[in-house]
């Protein structure tokens, strides 16, 4: 089956099952728009879905937010689908964009992998990212691992130092980093873009479990406390021996 078809049945399924995404909800903290201020969707399990808002007024609390980017597991990248067609019918307030991005090596970086304007079956509004672009990038999602998802409004998008990271040809293409930045990291965001409230569900993906991995030489630290105990319970039952003996 050729990309558009596999593009349009999915969306058809993604319209006919809209039980798929049952599961936990995370809400926006305060989602940031680089990488080195994206919210950590933390917790444990599969993730159902984020919900958030994107405003353009100044308050007495905060700046103008045109964009906000979230860290996620992805556990099941040949099924991963995000959307920002929710699954109780509705649709975000605003005409969406869904930026997929991968970390570096130093994962202190975000290179731009997967994006898309609007969802084929109903331009504009909804957008929507599966794991194989539709242009002639190539671009594919093939490695599980920790990805950032970003959300903006129609035209807001995504530069690195050398300009645009994706060229949307189509605003209906799962576009990949085909942009003349296309090739570095992302460092800030570009033109103007709606805002309002909205929803990502997801499939294939889940919170991020920041529950924390000993490390070799905490291993090890536990292993010399064991063996350390095991020393000292020897040492006593052949003290107690010899004092039985006597």
């Not at 996620?72 to 975000?92: E, K, M």
């Not at 599966?130 to 998802?149: K, R, V």
């Not at 605003?171 to 033109?191: L, R």
């Not at 064991?226 to 039985?244: D, E, H, K, S, W």
Request: charged share 15%; hydrophobic share 45%.
């Amino acid at each position: 089956m050729g990309n558009k078809n596999w593009f349009v049945a999915a969306v058809g399924c993604l319209i006919a099952t809209p039980m798929v995404w049952a599961g936990p909800d995370h809400v926006e903290g305060d989602a940031g728009s680089k990488r080195s201020t994206a919210e950590i969707v933390s917790g444990a399990g599969p993730l159902g879905s984020i919900s958030g808002t994107l405003a353009s007024t100044f308050t007495a609390r905060m700046a103008p937010d045109f964009e906000d980017m979230y860290l996620i597991q992805i556990d099941q990248p040949s099924i991963f689908l995000a959307s920002t067609f929710a699954d109780d019918g509705g649709i975000a307030t605003f005409d969406t964009q869904l930026w997929l991005f991968s970390l570096g090596a130093a994962q202190s970086d975000a290179f731009g992998l997967l994006a898309n304007d609007d969802i084929e079956l109903r331009p504009p509004g909804p957008s929507i990212i599966l794991p194989n672009a539709t242009d002639a990038s190539g671009a594919q999602l093939i490695n599980p691992g920790l990805y950032l998802i970003a959300i903006t409004g129609s035209n807001r998008d995504p530069v690195s130092e050398n300009g645009a990271i994706f060229n949307q040809a189509l605003t209906t293409e799962i576009s990949g980093p085909d942009g003349v930045g296309g090739a570095q990291s992302h460092i800030d965001w570009n033109g103007a873009g709606e805002v309002g409230s909205y929803k990502i569900v997801f499939v294939g993906a889940s919170f991020v479990d920041l529950t924390p991995i000993p490390t070799l030489n905490e291993w090890g630290m536990v292993g010399l406390t064991a063996l350390l105990m095991t020393a000292g319970v020897i040492v006593l039952r052949r003290r107690a021996a010899l004092a039985y003996a006597d």
